[in-house]
């Protein structure tokens, strides 16, 4: 049974850091797709970042626009953990943070849809 467990939320005023955890069982992130949605109160759930296989090699990572080069994927393969280093917060970032997995090597875009099995989330609230 696939489960995925968000942690490390929390308050921060902008220009500071956190770092998610998604803690998995039930799949060997390595091996698997992973990505980091989030959503934000009145709109809808957003990809903001994946990690997958390419060819043969794990740990192709994805962004949106708007968090490259200040959030970051890793995991921890020995403890099958995935993390969201996240840098530089700003208000907009505000939202409940969702990992997700969509059963596949390859990771399908940011189409929420097409992701079954989720975490149920932590708050992040980034403050002026």
């Known amino acids: 049974q696939v489960q995925l467990v968000e942690s490390g939320g929390g308050s921060v005023e902008a220009g500071g850091s956190l770092r998610l955890s998604c803690t998995v069982s039930g799949y060997i992130v390595s091996r698997y797709c992973t990505g980091w949605f989030r959503q934000a109160p009145e709109k809808e759930r957003e990809g903001v970042g994946l990690i997958s296989f390419v060819g043969n090699t794990y740990g192709n990572t994805a962004y949106r626009d708007s968090v490259k080069g200040r959030f970051t994927i890793s995991t921890d393969n020995a403890e099958n953990i995935l993390y969201l280093q996240m840098s530089d917060l700003k208000p907009e970032d505000t939202a409940i943070y969702y990992c997700?997995?969509?059963?596949?090597?390859?990771?399908?875009?940011?189409?929420?849809?097409?992701?079954?099995?989720w975490g149920p989330g932590t708050q992040v609230t980034v403050s002026t």
């Open positions: 997700a997995h969509n059963r596949l090597p390859y990771c399908s875009g940011f189409d929420t849809v097409k992701y079954t099995d």
